[in-house]
């Protein structure tokens, strides 16, 4: 009897072991997950943090080893070294997430960098660099990860800018990654329509970040300056203005609302432009319809105010 005893408790634990092991690992998979690359600081950082308080559990990318810490010490959070220039690290994440167990339902393309310069004067390889980080970055990072998208139907954001609306003097490297963004969104999301995957561009203005802080600590390293340019007086009351501490800027909260509704909303838009202020709303609706009015302008099939008027209700209608 006692040996009856002793086998029927060692079965009942053996049950809830896998019971509870069983229920651990249904709350693990129901946890949606969400990569975010360049989560060490500014607007991925944010991310991060919103996305993680509200239970969705975060892979957060970063470089250092300091930052790698901090982010995993938070709850919710496993850091991931990844540097979007490297396949080895890229190949090691997916690796990673798979063997996690929970998944992958949403990617969000953060990781960024800045540089300001004339065109007719920036260097080659600071082109490179940018267009390495800003575009070849998000593609590496989303082919990497789109079996593990399509696999749980998810959702793809990349935080574009209004800069891929906008240039001007000085924004053209920046600019050229940007737009390139709004291109890789839209082609995109055609493509993985089939699989159905929603894809959207988050277009922020301008929040609190280090992109200016890291644009003026690599100028200095690389000992980048424009007392030689032709536009030295120029640049000058450009840094002055924008200047590296753009704490004076609101948190980027905002942006950070915004990827949310691009991942989980019910109805995700293509597009969400996010800005601190009435001016640059203005800015950047100005300039798409004044590149319509320069299209329109001159060429074989011109419409006139009324037509476009009609063309643009027929749009609006088809965001209702």
């Known amino acids: 009897m006692k040996l009856f005893m002793c086998h029927m408790y060692v079965f009942i634990l053996f049950s809830m072991s896998i019971t509870f092991g069983g229920f651990a690992q249904e709350n693990k998979t129901d946890q949606k997950a969400v990569l975010v690359t360049g989560a060490s600081s500014g607007i991925g950082l944010k991310i991060t943090e919103e996305l993680s308080s509200k239970g969705y559990f975060?892979?957060?990318?970063?470089?250092?080893?300091?930052?790698?810490?901090?982010?995993?010490?938070?709850?919710?959070?496993?850091?991931?070294?990844?540097?979007?220039?490297?396949?080895?690290?890229?190949n090691a994440a997916v690796e990673t997430v798979k063997k996690e167990g929970r998944g992958l339902y949403g990617l969000v393309n953060?990781?960024?960098?800045?540089?300001?310069?004339?065109?007719?004067?920036?260097?080659?390889?600071?082109?490179?660099?940018?267009?390495?980080?800003?575009?070849?970055?998000?593609?590496?990072?989303?082919?990497?990860?789109?079996?593990?998208?399509?696999e749980s139907k998810g959702r793809i954001a990349t935080i574009s800018s209004i800069s891929g609306i906008l240039s001007h003097s000085f924004f053209g490297?920046?600019?050229?990654?940007?737009?390139?963004?709004?291109?890789?969104?839209?082609?995109?999301?055609?493509?993985?329509?089939?699989?159905?995957?929603?894809?959207?561009?988050?277009?922020?203005?301008?929040?609190n970040s280090k992109?200016?802080?890291?644009?003026?600590?690599?100028m200095e390293s690389n000992d980048i300056s424009f007392k030689?340019?032709?536009?030295?007086?120029?640049?000058?009351?450009?840094?002055?203005?924008?200047?590296?501490?753009?704490?004076r800027f609101k948190d980027?909260?905002?942006?950070?609302?915004?990827?949310?509704?691009?991942?989980?909303?019910?109805?995700?838009?293509?597009?969400?432009?996010?800005?601190?202020?009435?001016?640059?709303a203005n800015w950047t609706i100005t300039q798409i319809l004044r590149e319509m009015v320069q299209l329109n302008e001159n060429q074989s099939y011109k419409y006139d105010r009324e037509a476009l008027i009609e063309i643009l209700d027929k749009v609006l209608a088809e965001t209702e």
């Open 228 to 247: 030689n340019s032709l536009y030295k007086e120029e640049f000058e009351k450009l840094i002055s203005a924008y200047g590296a501490d753009r704490s």
């Open 173 to 207: 490297p920046y600019s050229m990654s940007k737009h390139a963004m709004e291109a890789f969104t839209d082609a995109l999301s055609a493509e993985m329509k089939k699989f159905d995957v929603h894809v959207s561009a988050i277009e922020p203005g301008n929040y």
């Open 211 to 218: 992109i200016i802080e890291s644009l003026i600590k690599r």
């Open 58 to 90: 975060v892979y957060a990318g970063a470089r250092k080893q300091a930052d790698l810490d901090r982010l995993n010490a938070m709850d919710n959070v496993q850091s991931i070294k990844l540097d979007v220039n490297k396949w080895d690290e890229i």
């Open 252 to 280: 980027p909260k905002e942006v950070s609302d915004a990827v949310e509704k691009a991942l989980f909303s019910d109805n995700p838009k293509p597009r969400y432009m996010v800005v601190p202020n009435e001016m640059e």
């Open 110 to 150: 953060n990781a960024g960098v800045a540089i300001l310069n004339p065109l007719i004067e920036v260097e080659e390889a600071d082109l490179e660099f940018i267009f390495n980080v800003n575009i070849y970055g998000p593609y590496r990072i989303t082919k990497a990860f789109a079996p593990l998208i399509i």
